[in-house]
């Protein structure tokens, strides 16, 4: 269970969890914090922030808890208590992997709905099994289209995302740093909720697609991976490979699926810029949106990097911001341009599947 919450105290005074257990009887036991973030992040910075953490409460071996609370006095009355749902488990480990899909809080004025559900279908012929889609503003159109999927229980789920009050920003730059705190949180929410029902979590967004070269899926990329390294790693990272529009102006093919229609790409990315995770929720403390930030215990690698040779992550953008990615201008200025069409092994299956998706919300748009 995750809880996100603001905190009046110091980041030093000593947090208590009052935890209830199923035969009534209450038990004390301080909290531990563990800071989401890194301090090698924009760390000449002298801004103040909200800070994410993850908040830990040791439970006393044989106690069942039914809720927990939070206080900064051990026998203070928390003002808000907190409801424990019981555990869902792992499906057998003789079924294939289970993957959870996490996206961070999605902020679109214009109609988006027929690149998000292109997106969907693809991710689920991949692997996708489950889709957490953190919500924060989209037109109608859009949600209303989510929100159909959503009921026809296909694995999405959507959560309400509401932003910190932004009144205290000092600046467009205070307003960017404090913005991916915030999706940090998303993206821990998402781990600790799926953390019983699927093997993994993949943080990623809806221009990046995560492509086996000579596999389909990424249970049978994985399955080889984890024979090699014994599954003692926290994240298994794919390097990312970015297919901008400006690249594929000549070889641009008569294709209305962006991911079809641009086959050009620039080199990959080094191993520690950019790339996306396979993160374990059984290995994974903490995470962010490229790989794991804290490990549960030691003993376990933080990161394994899967060969290029074996898998890749395609990330399509109409350009490369190099004030917000300034890796950018490194590929924008390289001569390295690679024709790559790799995702095109799915395009069969991905027209049936699409034609599919589409008929089911035409039917149920014209229901409601």
């Known amino acids: 269970m ?15 969890c009052q935890i209830l257990s199923q035969d009534g009887q209450y038990f004390i036991t301080r909290t531990r914090a563990t800071k989401i973030w890194s ?8 801004h103040t922030y909200y800070n994410p953490f993850l908040i830990s409460c040791y439970i006393p071996f044989g106690v ?20 424990i749902s019981p555990e869902d488990t792992l499906p057998s480990k003789d079924l294939p992997h289970i993957f959870t899909i ?29 889709m957490n889609l953190y919500v924060e503003n989209l037109p109608k159109k859009t949600l209303k289209i989510l929100q159909s999927f959503q009921k026809s229980q296909n694995g999405i789920t959507l959560l309400k995302h509401d932003n910190l009050d932004s009144s205290f920003y000092l600046d467009e730059t205070t307003n960017i740093w404090q913005k991916r705190r915030n999706e940090i949180i998303t993206y821990n929410d998402c781990l600790y909720r799926n953390i019983h029902t699927s ?3 993949i943080p990623v967004d809806i221009d990046e697609i995560i492509v086996p070269r000579h596999v389909t899926t990424w249970a049978e990329l994985l399955h080889e991976s984890l024979s ?20 594929n102006v000549k070889k641009r093919l008569k294709e209305k699926i962006v991911f079809f229609r641009n086959v050009v790409r620039s080199d990959f990315s080094g191993e520690r810029e950019s790339g996306k995770s396979f993160v374990s929720t059984k290995n994974a403390l903490t995470v962010f949106n490229h790989y794991a930030l804290k490990t549960l215990r030691p003993g376990i690698g933080r990161i394994k990097f899967l060969k290029k040779e074996l898998v890749q992550m395609n990330h ?3 350009n490369c911001d190099t004030v917000i990615l300034p890796e950018c201008a490194k590929y924008l200025s390289s001569p390295v341009r690679v024709v790559d069409n790799v995702i095109l092994k799915y395009k069969k299956v991905f027209y049936r599947e699409y034609a599919k998706a589409l008929m089911f919300l035409n039917q149920t748009m014209s229901l409601s």
Do not use: M
């Open 39 to 46: 301090k090698s992040w924009n760390q000449n910075d002298t």
């Open 228 to 247: 090699e390294s014994k599954d003692n790693f926290a994240s298994y990272t794919v390097r990312n490979a970015y297919y901008l529009r400006q690249f």
């Open 64 to 83: 069942t808890p039914i809720s927990v609370s939070f206080s900064l006095k051990p026998c203070e009355k928390a003002p808000i208590d907190f409801k």
């Open 316 to 318: 399509y953008k109409d």
């Open 2 to 16: 995750l809880i996100s919450f603001l905190f009046s105290g110091t980041r030093n005074s000593t947090l208590f």
């Open 102 to 130: 996490c996206v961070k809080p999605l902020n679109f004025n214009k109609d988006i709905s027929l690149k998000l559900l292109q997106w969907i279908v693809i991710n689920q012929i991949l692997g996708a099994t489950k």
């Open 199 to 201: 093997h993994f979590i």
